[in-house]
């Protein structure tokens, strides 16, 4: 069983920084597919970022990609999401998500196997 706890969320104004983090406990992470997702009110979870578990390939939505950065340190079983030039629309809950094994539908929601339970981004204008 793996535990996801995600912190470093908050209000930021719009063009700051946050530094999202998840740690996994349970587990060891660094065999696993890691993943950010976000979910605004009145909106479907969307996915925001992914990274693979040996080479460290990186996926990035459209909408963050230059702006948005995902890391892991294996050592600390820790993933991490940066954040910068943070816009009002990137106000959401974002959950971490992780999956044992590679899926190249690392976008989709319904294939990861754990979640963290979010921690709410509020960008202001």
């Known amino acids: 069983q793996v535990q996801l706890v995600e912190s470093g969320g908050g209000l930021v104004q719009a063009g700051g920084s946050l530094r999202l983090s998840c740690a996994a406990s349970g587990r060891i992470l660094s065999s696993y597919l890691m993943g950010w997702f976000r979910q605004a009110p009145g909106k479907e979870r969307e996915f925001v970022a992914a990274?693979?578990?040996?080479?460290?390939?990186?996926y990035y939505a459209d909408s963050v990609k230059g702006r948005f950065t995902i890391s892991r340190d294996n050592a600390k079983n820790t993933v991490f999401l940066e954040m910068n030039s943070l816009k009002p629309e990137d106000t959401a809950v974002y959950y971490c998500?992780?999956?044992?094994?590679?899926?190249?539908?690392?976008?989709?929601?319904?294939?990861?196997?754990?979640w963290g339970q979010g921690t709410q981004v509020t960008v202001s204008s």
């Open positions: 990274i693979t578990r040996r080479v460290y390939s990186t």
């Open positions: 998500a992780g999956r044992p094994l590679w899926s190249d539908s690392y976008y989709r929601d319904d294939v990861y196997t754990y």
